[in-house]
């Protein structure tokens, strides 16, 4: 176990305010300890959605081409933390479910884990007309970037055409970008809101959550079995798409 130094720089707790080490001097960035709760993965999930949706419509607007990179990487981390919560939800139930996703960057196999689980308790997922868009949203960016490493660091550990793969390689479509954002986004956080209102459900004993109605979401006649890339709703990917 590491030991903290007692009065580290940029650090100081709030109730006794800044040490000796902190300084006179203004801060860029500080971390303090307030005491409150842990944040969670749909904290941040939030905090991420809020940036990255605004700087879509900048970049829209601006026209910048060099600002797709930060657009790009903004928005598969949202996805990735969007899953993560919905993950971390799924755990609280059943602990029993596979939770090495929750530590990687593997898109794919932390949807196909919460699909499947989803869908084998009775959560009625495949009728969300989101489905759709989401699947394809998250097939392209496990096509492209499925380590997590091109837009945050310009080249990746991944080969095209024989290639390194470069993010100067990469276009944005707006309008597609933005519907399909939208609607995996909503999509996670009312799965992550239906099991975690179920458990609060039951912890409290209420026949009927007064406040989250499960079945409240867009929906299709007739549900997809699968979607483009050979990338099925469970997050298999098929011989066409390769694997990672």
Not at 59 to 73: C, D, F, I
Not at 171 to 197: P, S, T
Request: aromatic share 12%; proline share 6%.
């Amino acid at each position: 176990m590491t030991v903290e130094p007692e009065d580290p720089p940029f650090h100081f707790e709030i109730w006794q305010g800044p040490g000796r080490s902190f300084g006179d001097e203004p801060k860029a960035i500080y971390y303090v300890e307030n005491h409150n709760g842990q944040c969670s993965y749909g904290e941040l999930a939030l905090d991420f959605q809020i940036a990255a949706t605004a700087l879509l419509e900048t970049y829209r607007s601006e026209q910048l081409g060099n600002w797709m990179a930060p657009v790009a990487h903004m928005i598969r981390q949202t996805l990735e933390l969007r899953m993560k919560a919905l993950l971390s939800s799924i755990l609280a139930r059943d602990p029993a479910v596979d939770k090495k996703p929750l530590g990687q960057h593997d898109l794919l196999r932390l949807w196909g884990v919460a699909y499947t689980w989803l869908q084998a308790n009775g959560f009625p997922i495949d009728r969300d007309a989101r489905l759709s868009p989401t699947l394809h949203l998250i097939s392209a960016y496990d096509a492209i970037d499925p380590s997590g490493d091109l837009f945050r660091f310009g080249m990746s550990r991944k080969t095209a055409f024989k290639k390194q793969k470069s993010y100067d390689r990469v276009g944005i479509n707006y309008k597609v970008m933005a519907q399909e954002f939208a609607d995996a986004d909503g999509l996670f956080c009312h799965w992550d809101a239906a099991v975690f209102r179920l458990t609060m459900a039951e912890e409290h004993g209420w026949t009927m959550d007064p406040y989250f109605e499960v079945d409240d979401f867009p929906k299709v006649e007739h549900p997809p079995a699968s979607d483009l890339c050979g990338v099925t709703t469970a997050g298999t990917r098929s011989e066409e798409c390769g694997s990672h």
